[in-house]
């Protein structure tokens, strides 16, 4: 019998972050610190909302692209947020998520042999989309004592004559770095320069706590470069909802809406009414969220220090990402004895791409209550390994 399997998928390793938590599963008394999801429920006028149009029998398909008064708000939201106008009709299309997004863009824009700059440590499936479309991804090593911010620098170094596009991946996953105006001016400046186009995920830009957050597609010259990709999955605590965006040139957006079509028909429509009433009355929800999370993050860096890591201050998400090379460990083995011995799942930096080596990445989009029982875990486990214990 013939091998029924493709060599390129057999290739992909597996995403780093489900090796844990696969284990969690089965262990009881186990508390994760790894999953990006919030721990709020999503705000009931939302659900509320889901529920009256599946009252109202709206359980039909829509429009490929989405409800047209859907992608009206995402215009409005994006005009009054960041100062951005999209057209509704052309140039914005509702996915099933943000990964749909990031897959459907990299397929509509790549040729074979085309490379993709992706700045790392950074969220698990921009390399394998990009090898799925035919792309060949570059890593960009962002280094902690930059603030994990992309610098003109290493970006000038990786650009050859096959680059194409830019992954710009803020606020960052997983270490809670952001790009802020004056960074992405020069940022844009390459860009231009170079005739790149930028893929930007923004889907935690409601999560910054430095100032405002800033897209490079406000840029003067770049909203013609950029598909931005965002969704409502961390701001309104709508992971399960499954719906995203993307805003696009006309161009671009036409050819990922035609993979769209193929491959999903339209997203979830109870989902894109939910949504509706998230853009249009959900700012308190964010805010409240924000706050929430502002505390739990100082709350962690300083347990963390105290305890004796070295742990650069996030400015946007809900992650840390902590360092723990003084412990002479890899990040596997040490995220695997911490799960072993004291039951706290925490995903090693290696998840995120090989220069996060000797690091962690720890939610904080867990209770307070959560987050103090894993400290104490975590400290009691520090104390072994120094002998202490």
Not at 29 to 34: E, P, V
Not at 46 to 66: V, W
Not at 175 to 181: A, F, K, L, V, Y
Not at 357 to 375: F, Q, T
Request: glycine share 8%; hydrophobic share 40%; aromatic share 10%.
């Amino acid at each position: 019998m013939r091998n029924p399997l493709s060599d390129l998928i057999v290739q992909i390793p597996p995403s780093g972050i489900r090796k844990f938590f696969d284990i969690v599963s089965e262990m009881e008394g186990a508390i994760s610190l790894g999953v990006g999801e919030p721990d709020f429920d999503t705000p009931w006028h939302i659900r509320d909302e889901g529920i009256h149009s599946l009252k109202k029998g709206r359980t039909f398909y829509t429009s490929n692209a989405g409800l047209k008064e859907l992608k009206i708000e995402i215009c409005c939201y994006l005009e009054r947020r960041f100062n951005i106008c999209y057209d509704f009709d052309s140039e914005v299309m509702v996915t099933v998520g943000g990964s749909e997004a990031i897959d459907i863009a990299l397929r509509a824009m790549l040729n074979p042999g085309d490379e993709v700059l992706i700045p790392q440590p950074s969220y698990v499936s921009y390399v394998p989309c990009t090898v799925l479309a035919g792309g060949v991804p570059v890593g960009i090593q962002l280094e902690e004592k930059d603030k994990f911010r992309l610098t003109k620098e290493k970006l000038l170094e990786k650009i050859t004559p096959k680059t194409k596009i830019l992954i710009l991946p803020f606020p960052n996953n997983p270490t809670g770095s952001i790009m802020e105006e004056e960074d992405l001016r020069e940022i844009a400046k390459i860009v231009e320069e170079k005739d790149l186009f930028v893929i930007s995920d923004e889907i935690y830009c409601e999560l910054t706590y430095k100032g405002k957050h800033s897209t490079i597609a406000a840029f003067p010259g770049m909203k013609e470069r950029t598909v931005l990709i965002n969704g409502f999955s961390k701001s309104y605590a709508m992971t399960g909802w499954r719906l995203g965006y993307a805003c696009a040139p006309a161009m671009i957006l036409k050819q990922m809406l035609k993979i769209h079509q193929y491959a999903i028909m339209c997203a979830p429509t109870t989902s894109q009414y939910a949504a509706m009433e998230a853009l249009r009355n959900g700012d308190e929800d964010v805010e409240r969220m924000r706050s929430a999370y502002d505390g739990r993050r100082r709350f962690l860096v300083k347990a963390l220090r105290d305890m004796g890591f070295d742990c650069y201050e996030p400015q946007g998400a809900f992650y840390v990402f902590p360092s723990i090379k003084r412990f002479g460990m890899t990040s596997d083995a040490f995220a695997l004895k911490l799960l072993e011995e004291e039951k706290v799942a925490v995903v090693p930096g290696t998840a995120f791409g090989d220069c996060g080596e000797g690091y962690l990445r720890i939610s904080y989009a867990y209770s307070l209550k959560d987050l103090k029982h894993a400290l104490e875990r975590i400290e009691r486990f520090l104390k072994k390994l120094d002998g202490k214990g």
